[in-house]
């Protein structure tokens, strides 16, 4: 018998259900609240936006992936510039709506499996929604309570991905609220690539919407996770993502993530280490022009021993524009031989620029080690000085120094996604430049 046929509701309704009762426990944030007084927006303002399908569709998914997802439009969306040749999974939505599922005929006899989110079995949809009943923050908890969109995606225990998972989530449509959540779980010594982009559909006002979602990930033992995710929404596009994962023992998670695009957007990176020998390397950048605002920030949960992370996160930021990074490394009683490392590096291109660090550690026991630092300045003359010796002209050499100040961390990137994310950073970095680089 169907799942909707019982009492106990199943799918994305449990999810839902579960961010709905979060919902409701939290309080509005004042606006002195550490957690939100240095976010361009607030929780409730969030609600002016109507859901997606009123926020009760997690559009389900063919049943035969590969096949056109919508017989009456038979055209894919083109997804805009690709971000793999040949990816083992390619999942587009648009404004809500699936608009490209592609599965490989390596990853389908692999028994690689895609599925929306409102068919679901109980002990997926319990998972997933732990992450719901979990959630730190109204704005969260209402994107769990109005899930509009997503997939599921398994990698079965023992299965290695040679080519990469693509998903991209295009949304817009003035007014709306977007609720997308990708749901990616590794079986047992699996391994996979995930490269993610969320942007814009439309272009004016059409593409002013607001978003709140991101990635949720559970790695079993022994499994590996290598993700980069690029946000280039509208600057008049609010935006709230989050990545939410899971380590077993002796798992590995190795994220990257680029916020080139809104003026108002705020992203958390929160990972959960709760099965010995697990670890996370998160990276992070983003470039600020007049007037936009970021605020982000990780949490390195180490609950279990002998797991490690390492953080590094860059922002540049121009004249008129602010950041500000919220690093937690929080490390629990039983975690002992926990080593873990937080740095957050900001570069100013000039008078008026703002950028606020705020690493913390939350130390549970004696036997780790955990270290945190942050740094904050201008254009360096002595680089820009090199420059100027060799004939580049003096503006020419500061932007220069800007674009290694960030590409040291968008060089990481799997060659897959390199090229979209270097035409997106030079894009923005070109826009903060505008009004000058001072030294």
């Keep these: 018998?169907?799942?909707?046929?019982?009492?106990?509701?199943?799918?994305?309704?449990?999810?839902?259900?579960?961010?709905?009762?979060?919902?409701?426990?939290?309080?509005?944030?004042?606006?002195?609240?550490?957690?939100?007084?240095?976010?361009?927006?607030?929780?409730?303002?969030?609600?002016?936006?109507?859901?997606?399908?009123?926020?009760?569709?997690?559009?389900?998914?063919?049943?035969?992936?590969?096949?056109?997802?919508?017989?009456?439009?038979?055209?894919?969306?083109?997804?805009?510039?690709?971000?793999?040749?040949?990816?083992?999974?390619?999942?587009?939505?648009?404004?809500?709506?699936?608009?490209?599922?592609?599965?490989?005929?390596?990853?389908?006899?692999?028994?690689?499996?895609?599925?929306?989110?409102?068919?679901?079995?109980?002990?997926?949809?319990?998972?997933?929604?732990?992450?719901?009943?979990?959630?730190?923050?109204?704005?969260?908890?209402?994107?769990?309570?109005?899930?509009?969109?997503g997939a599921r995606i398994l990698v079965p225990a023992g299965v290695g991905l040679e080519a990469p998972i693509v998903v991209e989530f295009l949304e817009g449509g003035e007014g709306a609220f977007a609720a997308p959540r990708l749901f990616?779980?590794?079986?047992?010594?699996?391994?996979?690539?995930?490269?993610?982009?969320?942007?814009?559909?439309?272009?004016?006002?059409?593409?002013?919407?607001?978003?709140a979602g991101g990635v949720v990930a559970e790695l079993a033992e022994g499994s590996r996770l290598d993700g980069a995710i690029l946000q280039s929404f509208s600057d008049g596009t609010p935006a709230y993502l989050r990545l939410d994962a899971a380590l077993g023992a002796n798992a590995v998670i190795v994220w990257r993530e680029f916020h080139l695009g809104s003026s108002r957007v705020r992203a958390r990176s929160s990972v959960r280490l709760e099965g010995e020998g697990a670890r996370a390397d998160l990276e992070g950048a983003?470039?600020?022009?007049?007037?936009?605002?970021?605020?982000?920030?990780?949490?390195?949960?180490?609950?279990?021993?002998?797991?490690a992370s390492d953080a590094l996160y860059k922002g540049v930021v121009a004249p008129g524009g602010r950041s500000a990074f919220r690093g937690l490394i929080e490390v629990a009683k039983a975690a002992s031989k926990t080593d873990a490392y937080l740095a957050n590096r900001n570069l100013l291109l000039g008078p008026g620029a703002r950028a606020d660090s705020l690493p913390a550690l939350a130390i549970g026991t004696n036997d780790v080690r955990c270290t945190h630092g942050s740094t904050t300045g201008r254009v360096d003359p002595a680089q820009?000085?090199?420059?100027?010796?060799?004939?580049?002209?003096s503006a020419e050499a500061r932007r220069l120094v800007a674009d290694g100040f960030a590409g040291e961390i968008a060089d990481r990137v799997p060659e897959s996604m390199r090229d979209l994310v270097a035409a997106a950073l030079a894009e923005r970095m070109a826009r903060a430049a505008a009004g000058g680089v001072h030294a």
């Design 184 to 211: 990616l779980e590794l079986g047992r010594n699996a391994r996979a690539g995930l490269r993610a982009r969320f942007r814009s559909a439309g272009a004016g006002s059409d593409a002013d919407c607001a978003v």
């Design 286 to 307: 983003w470039v600020l022009a007049e007037k936009q605002v970021a605020d982000l920030g990780t949490v390195q949960r180490h609950l279990a021993p002998r797991t």
């Design 1 to 149: 018998m169907r799942d909707e046929l019982n009492d106990i509701p199943r799918g994305a309704a449990a999810v839902r259900a579960a961010g709905a009762a979060r919902l409701s426990a939290l309080a509005e944030p004042e606006p002195w609240d550490e957690d939100w007084k240095r976010c361009a927006f607030q929780p409730a303002e969030l609600t002016a936006f109507r859901p997606y399908g009123d926020g009760v569709r997690a559009e389900a998914l063919p049943s035969s992936p590969g096949t056109d997802p919508d017989p009456s439009n038979p055209e894919p969306v083109a997804s805009g510039t690709e971000l793999a040749e040949s990816p083992a999974l390619r999942l587009v939505f648009e404004r809500g709506r699936l608009a490209t599922l592609e599965l490989s005929d390596a990853a389908r006899a692999s028994g690689v499996r895609v599925e929306g989110l409102d068919v679901l079995d109980a002990a997926a949809a319990e998972r997933l929604a732990r992450f719901a009943v979990d959630s730190p923050d109204r704005a969260d908890a209402r994107a769990w309570a109005e899930l509009s969109h």
């Design 384 to 393: 820009v000085h090199y420059l100027e010796t060799r004939g580049i002209p």
